[in-house]
């Protein structure tokens, strides 16, 4: 089976005023023909499909549009997550009728988390996605009143490891030798390098959510929210894809890719 993993398209996003959207538009013409070319099987976008939470009726085309085209290509199943620059409800709105397309889509936390992991099937191996989308506090935890600032960071860490790791074990139910398991998520992980183009994805710096944070269930981490491709803790199974287009001057040195495996 073979997998796709990108993240951050920022589809709108806008370069010091200067639209992006040929760049966007010639990105995803390359995107469908790389994976027709290829046989990619599964695409998982891990956040920011969108730079605005309402994109504007061409970045809309251009999703859909590019999403039609896989009906050509080998592509047989896609998961798309909510970032932070995503409103949940513009992703999750026509969920159900991308889901008839096996399209996947999961824009905010869901009230029970089993609806954010999938099992898809093909050629005899099985592959089972926690599609974790960027995770908000009010989606994962309570708050309670009078809490201090590092309280609040504290708890929330916990919540969002606490996350994975029920997610993690749901997959373990399901595990077994011929199950491969990947995670997705939008997020800061620790030693990530950042560019300019980043929006802080929380008040505070959730600095410590580290490599080890995470399940060793994944065999596959696939995240978003880092412009910079990028490995976690020096980890091959724990990656950024980065954005496909340079989103800032500081950007301009960095070598742009998505990742197949
Ligand atoms: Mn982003």
Same mark, same amino acid.
Request: some cysteine; overall charge negative.
């Given at each position: ?70 009906? +050509? ?6 998961? &798309?997550?909510? #970032? @932070?620059?995503?409103?949940? $409800?513009?992703? /999750?709105? =026509? ?97 990530? +390098? ?6 802080? &994805?929380?008040? #505070? @710096?959730?600095?410590?959510? $580290?490599?080890? /944070?995470? =399940? ?46």
């Amino acid at each position: 089976m073979k997998i796709l993993h990108t993240s951050d398209w920022h589809l709108g996003h806008r370069l010091h005023e200067h639209s992006q959207h040929e760049e966007h538009a010639l990105f995803l013409q390359w995107l469908a023909d790389y994976i027709s070319q290829n046989h990619i099987d599964v695409l998982l976008l891990a956040g920011d499909v969108f730079d605005t939470g309402a994109p504007s009726s061409q970045s809309l085309k251009l999703y859909y549009d590019f999403l039609v085209n896989l009906r +050509k290509s080998n592509c047989h199943s896609v998961f &798309i997550t909510g #970032g @932070n620059h995503d409103a949940p $409800g513009t992703l /999750d709105a =026509p969920k159900e009728l991308l889901h008839a397309l096996s399209v996947h889509v999961v824009g905010k936390a869901t009230e029970v988390l089993s609806d954010e992991v999938f099992t898809v099937e093909c050629n005899g191996e099985k592959l089972q996605v926690a599609a974790v989308p960027f995770l908000r506090d009010q989606d994962i935890r309570r708050a309670v009143a009078g809490e201090s600032f590092d309280q609040i960071t504290e708890r929330y860490k916990q919540a969002l490891m606490r996350h994975y790791h029920e997610a993690a074990g749901i997959c373990q139910e399901n595990a077994s030798e011929k199950i491969v398991t990947i995670a997705m998520g939008h997020l800061f992980a620790i030693g990530g +390098k950042v560019s300019d183009s980043e929006q802080s &994805i929380y008040v #505070g @710096n959730l600095g410590d959510i $580290g490599a080890e /944070d995470f =399940p060793e269930t994944f065999g596959y981490m696939a995240l978003g929210h880092l412009h910079r491709p990028q490995k976690v803790g020096g980890k091959d199974h724990i990656r950024y894809s980065g954005s496909p287009l340079t989103l800032s001057f500081s950007e301009v040195n960095q070598e742009k890719q998505v990742l197949a495996f």
